[in-house]
């Protein structure tokens, strides 16, 4: 089955940096790669995915890149402000009508 | 409109006791996950159904564990004689399903359960 690695598992910046975080993944058959992100209490919420046909997607502050010859793909967060603090997850899964698998969990810590 | 709603948001039970978690998806949506999240872990799928297909109960990590959706809506997840291993927050997802082009499955709150 699918294995998702994920790092770092905590990540402190100050407001105004940017933060990357970075996943592998085992299966060359995934082809959909969600990030969410988790406030505490909340369930997860999807900020941005990316599917196997694209090596790059950006959406305002938030970009993700994919690199499907070595199995890897990065969430990139610029102009990092303190209600970025939160956990992030990356996922993978086949053809997205499966369950995701999920990487362990990024807390990131934005510094005012 | 209205998210996934799950019920309850807390639950403490006794080792050995039965309990039942509810998960409402958005209306319309024929997809429905169960995943566990241990504390200060990632999430763990437990089933999945899709319509009216057999569920994909791979992630079920044992026959304690059991998961019904009535009439392709509401799914109730049963854990029978909990164990203190069972603590954990259970999270529930809905996706519209295999028609059209959204991949996006929306999460619940879920619902933490402790046993004492």
């Known amino acids: 089955g699918e294995n998702v690695e994920q790092h770092p598992s905590t990540l402190g910046v100050q407001e105004g940096d940017s933060a990357v975080i970075k996943c592998t993944y085992s299966d060359s058959a995934s082809n959909y790669f969600p990030w969410y992100k988790q406030e505490l209490g909340k369930g997860p919420q999807l900020i941005i995915d990316?599917?196997?046909?694209?090596g790059e997607k950006k959406d305002q502050r938030i970009a993700v890149t994919l690199n499907k010859t070595a199995k890897h793909f990065s969430l990139h967060i610029t102009e990092t402000q303190p209600e970025d603090s939160a956990v992030y997850f990356c996922?993978?899964?086949?053809?997205?009508?499966?369950?995701?698998?999920f990487g362990s969990g990024t807390r990131l810590q934005v510094q005012p | 409109g209205a998210g996934v709603s799950q019920s309850p948001s807390n639950k403490v039970t006794e080792k050995g006791k039965d309990v039942e978690l509810r998960c409402d998806p958005i209306s319309g949506h024929t997809a429905l996950y169960w995943y566990r999240q241990s504390l200060g872990q990632g999430l763990e799928f437990l089933i999945y159904f899709q319509g009216n297909s057999a569920p994909d109960k791979s992630g079920l990590p044992s026959d304690r564990f059991s998961a019904e959706r009535t009439g392709g809506s509401v799914s109730t997840l049963t854990i029978q004689r909990t164990q203190q291993e069972d603590s954990a927050v259970y999270l529930c997802?809905?996706?519209?399903?295999?028609?059209?082009?959204?991949?996006?499955?929306?999460f619940g709150p879920g619902t933490r359960l402790t046993v004492t």
């Open positions: 990316i599917r196997s046909n694209v």
């Open positions: 997802a809905s996706k519209p399903g295999l028609a059209g082009d959204t991949y996006e499955q929306y």
């Open positions: 996922a993978a899964s086949d053809t997205g009508r499966r369950a995701l698998t």
